[in-house]
């Protein structure tokens, strides 16, 4: 069964999802929602790490902003291309509540997408992309 990686906003756990589940699903910890978007969890700076080290999948994640008209036209480009693949995890930071994991990482424009495998990044591709172009850029790794 397919699944993918969420950490929880209130206990900070992460959890394994199966995907069929996704909708309705609770951490195993505290039992909160977990909120997600298409497939994506928006991930905070503590929680980052322990999903990549967690996930047996590749995680892509989209680097965005609040403010950013191009990270807006994105998002839901980033949602449509995860419900068409279970083959990765897909997460969002926020670079305006996330500054030093944006920073740490070498962001220097938004929208940035970045692609992990085994907690190393891999590739990242800067600027909006459609769904097909996201497809790709997994396609790739």
């Known amino acids: 069964m397919s699944h993918t990686y969420a950490a929880c906003k209130n206990c900070h756990a992460v959890n394994r999802i199966q995907i069929a589940r996704a909708k309705e699903a609770v951490c195993g910890k505290c039992h909160s929602q977990i909120i997600f978007h298409g497939l994506v969890s928006e991930i905070t700076s503590g929680d980052f790490q322990k999903v990549l080290k967690a996930s047996d999948k590749p995680v892509i994640v989209d680097f965005w902003a609040s403010w950013c008209g191009p990270c807006q036209m994105y998002g839901p480009e980033f949602e449509k291309a995860s419900l068409g693949n279970d083959q990765a995890v897909?997460?969002?930071?926020?670079?305006?509540?996330?500054?030093a994991l944006s920073g740490s990482l070498g962001i220097r424009g938004i929208p940035c997408t970045i692609v992990f495998k085994d907690g190393r990044e891999v590739k990242r591709q800067a600027g909006a992309m459609n769904a097909e172009g996201v497809k790709s850029l997994l396609s790739s790794v």
């Open 90 to 99: 897909f997460l969002k930071v926020n670079t305006e509540t996330e500054a």
